[in-house]
């Protein structure tokens, strides 16, 4: 027998061929992977010597290849176990989740009889409540031949489409293995970017690339990338962005390179759920929203259909055309067919966040993951966003005021025990800032209560939709999912809310009845410890961005393996297009800020005047931002300039930029790091000139300096470098990237603080730009 043609996972095998009637999303709580690990291990320890746990199985049906882990053998039983950890009443679970937990079940006996040669085998699902560590059981004795009957029928369901899957891939390598770059040559820089993905793509590395704005980095990554995939058997592309222009570039790529022969290669676009709800404030189930109704009944017919045209690109529109027409959601369509795609082109958190899609099927499935991750200096914010967590007194108050606890003793009662830990730790801080050790032993152990309280409540009312206590118990949960993984990659910390001017004494002095009045985060620091396994995921990496510099540090907090590929590619620019003058005279220092005001708009008339056109001014506060704008409002009323402002609309950004023009003038006031700041494109005269009056420096604040302590401990005594200098430079160099765009373009930045003419700070800005007035 030769190789098997496809293979799939015992889930997705059941996912595919099992699944049926309504989406149902309603809550209801759910132990956390940790948990569903040591439940498992509860389990396994209560069987004795003869139980074998998550045992390697597979088995073919003619060219498919069905492969798993099943989660136990009981030999003195001669039982196999599927064990499914749960928190809440178990007789609220659907009949169409049971009949897809038995589909799993059934498989796993088959593998089982296959793997043992055994003409009989006990079938047993064991649900094991993690509160109180009960077992439920069910079991059903099965012989062999029914066993593969059930196996058969499932694969049977499912070869169809597995031959056809195994079409497309052979197809789609051929297109590749022919494709051509969708341009007639490469820009300069662009070839050697491609080179470098390309070996590492081929060779399973990760690879971290500063290449500059201008060279076509999209193009650049995705074309070789793609030429990789046949020859190393990938399965997958992802690339992933920040923003939502990033991805745009990326579907504009492939549709170019799918233009060049390569229409069968399938590419889907997947948006944030309240991006394509249809039913904005309907629940996710089939008495709530008419497009959940009989979801699985309708998905094969979908799928089908969405697949079945080689020219369709699955952006948006495309997924919500083929949803409607069947009368499922779109969002969670677009889900399904990311297991048949090739190419996904998504956000960050599909496959960094917990719990990200992309990510949960790559394991799953054992797939081979190419990644492309645009933008990377975004990643570590993001990142550092991903796996913090924060309790507010608000999201506390609201809870309380919910219809549920009005409604329901128990909950109101756990929440007002909640209240009185927090109020009572209130009253122990005596700043306005304070770091923790460890999390308050008292205030966890009244949020886990809580947490059974509330999810018990849910269980038992699925119903209930309670957005304000929903959101609370969203805030706890992951507070509670982070505590499991703390380290010195966090921070556990309490923020007065609003600082009280009164004593010490007296502060200490205020009641445990006192609503807190204080934020409790785990704030997470360094994200390396929980990307480290992302990266471990996947085949091959590319990070690339045009400001990584200094490129080791990026590596460090992004937990990057050791033997990670680093590559600066040269910039196609040249000195002579871009004017960079350093304003040595000029002091943007908050305690400076005053006497700045009047020679930032002076410097900026000044330039204006000598050549007049399309200028970005950049600010570090909107405060500072305003103070200059009305200064120069008020001396050179002449000169129009534009404003971003706090809380900005997409309209409002559109409107921003469209002033913008090739014969337009004016200068436009943002904030650096902002949404003006980068992903831009201005070319030509749209542009000609940025001020930058700021080093991009985090605010010297309690948080801040307890960050630089810990990256003192971390790396070295680099601690200022990491929290301060290295993330303010980027953003700076960012912003003056939106100058010079291509090759014809010639510009001039102002770098307006005494501090760029420092040694340390010049080194960290790009090597081909020569800087006027910075010498000492």
Not at 55 to 68: H, K, N, W
């Amino acid at each position: 027998m030769g190789a098997p043609d496809f293979r799939i996972a015992v889930r997705e095998l059941c996912a595919f061929t099992a699944k049926q009637g309504d989406l149902d999303l309603r809550f209801t709580p759910a132990p956390t992977a940790l948990e569903g690990m040591d439940g498992h291990r509860k389990v396994a320890a209560r069987r004795g010597e003869h139980f074998e746990s998550e045992i390697t199985l597979s088995a073919r049906f003619e060219q498919l290849e069905v492969r798993g882990r099943a989660d136990g053998f009981d030999a003195g039983r001669h039982r196999i176990e599927e064990i499914k950890t749960h928190k809440g009443r178990l007789d609220r679970q659907s009949a169409a989740l049971r009949e897809l937990h038995w589909a799993q079940a059934r498989v796993y006996g088959w593998l089982m009889c296959v793997a043992r040669g055994f003409e009989k085998i006990d079938v047993a699902l064991v649900y094991f409540d993690i509160d109180s560590e009960r077992e439920t059981e069910f079991v059903e004795s099965w012989t062999a031949d029914a066993l593969r009957g059930h196996f058969e029928l499932q694969c049977g369901r499912f070869i169809a489409w597995a031959r056809q899957e195994a079409a497309h891939r052979e197809a789609r390598d051929r297109a590749l293995r022919s494709l051509a770059f969708a341009h007639r040559e490469f820009r300069t820089g662009q070839r050697d970017l491609a080179e470098a993905v390309y070996r590492a793509t081929t060779q399973g590395r990760v690879l971290l690339a500063q290449a500059p704005t201008g060279i076509g980095k999209t193009a650049g990554t995705i074309f070789p990338a793609l030429k990789a995939l046949p020859g190393r058997q990938i399965d997958k592309l992802f690339y992933l962005s920040a923003k939502t222009s990033g991805r745009q570039l990326a579907l504009d790529a492939l549709r170019d390179l799918r233009e060049q022969g390569a229409a069968s290669i399938r590419v889907l676009e997947m948006v944030a759920r309240e991006k394509s709800c249809e039913n904005p404030g309907s629940a996710c189930h089939g008495d709530a929203c008419p497009l959940a109704r009989g979801f699985y009944d309708r998905l094969p017919e979908a799928r089908a259909d969405a697949l079945a045209e080689p020219a369709q690109l699955l952006d948006q529109e495309s997924v919500r055309s083929v949803a409607l027409v069947h009368g499922i959601c779109p969002y969670y369509l677009s889900q399904e067919l990311a297991r048949w795609v090739d190419v996904v082109v998504g956000d960050y958190n599909y496959f960094f966040d917990f719990g990200g899609l992309l990510l949960a099927l790559t394991q799953a499935n054992d797939w081979r993951v190419a990644l492309l991750v645009d933008e990377a200096h975004n990643l570590m914010d993001r990142a550092r966003g991903m796996f913090s967590a924060v309790l507010t007194p608000d999201a506390l108050k609201q809870a309380m005021e919910s219809p549920t606890a009005a409604a329901a003793p128990r909950v109101k009662k756990a929440l007002a025990a909640v209240k009185k830990q927090w109020a009572a730790l209130d009253t122990t801080q005596a700043d306005d800032y304070a770091v923790h050790a460890v999390f308050p032993e008292a205030l966890q152990g009244a949020l886990a209560q809580c947490m059974q309280a509330v999810g018990e409540h849910f269980a038992d009312h699925p119903d209930t939709v309670d957005a304000e206590l929903h959101g609370f118990q969203m805030e706890v949960l992951q507070v509670l999912r982070l505590l499991e993984s703390m380290g010195d990659h966090s921070l556990i910390d309490q923020q007065r809310r609003k600082p009280d001017a009164k004593t010490n004494a007296s502060a200490k002095a205020r009641t445990s009845a006192r609503a807190p009045g204080s934020d409790i985060s785990i704030r997470n620091l360094v994200p390396a410890p929980h990307l480290a396994s992302r990266w471990e995921a996947v085949h091959a990496a590319t990070l690339f961005s045009a400001t990584l510099s200094p490129m080791h540090f990026h590596a460090d907090l992004l937990g990057l393996p050791q033997n990670h590929v680093a590559l600066e590619v040269a910039s196609p620019f040249s000195a002579d297009q871009l004017e960079v003058r350093v304003a040595r005279h000029i002091s943007t220092r908050y305690a400076h800020r005053g006497e700045s005001t009047a020679q930032v708009v002076e410097l900026i008339a000044r330039q204006f005047g000598e050549r007049p056109g399309n200028y970005l001014a950049f600010f570090s506060s909107y405060d500072y931002l305003q103070q200059v704008a009305e200064a120069l409002g008020r001396r050179h009323p002449q000169i129009p300039h534009w404003l971003q402002s706090r809380r900005m609309a997409e309209v409002q950004q559109r409107e921003f930029l469209a002033r913008f023009t090739e014969t337009s003038q004016g200068i436009g006031f943002a904030v650096l790091g902002g949404a003006f700041a980068e992903g831009i494109d201005l070319p030509g005269h749209r542009l000609i000139g940025a001020f930058l009056a700021t080093l991009g420096l985090p605010q010297f604040n309690a948080v801040n300096e307890q960050i630089r302590q810990r990256m003192d401990t971390l790396f070295a005594g680099r601690g200022h470098d990491y929290t301060y200098l290295y993330p303010g430079l980027q953003k700076v160099v960012q912003a003056a990237g939106r100058v010079i765009r291509t090759p014809q373009d010639r510009g001039v930045v102002h770098l307006m603080d005494d501090r760029f003419a420092r040694t340390e700070v010049r080194r960290l800005l790009p090597a081909w730009w020569e800087l006027r007035g910075a010498s000492r």
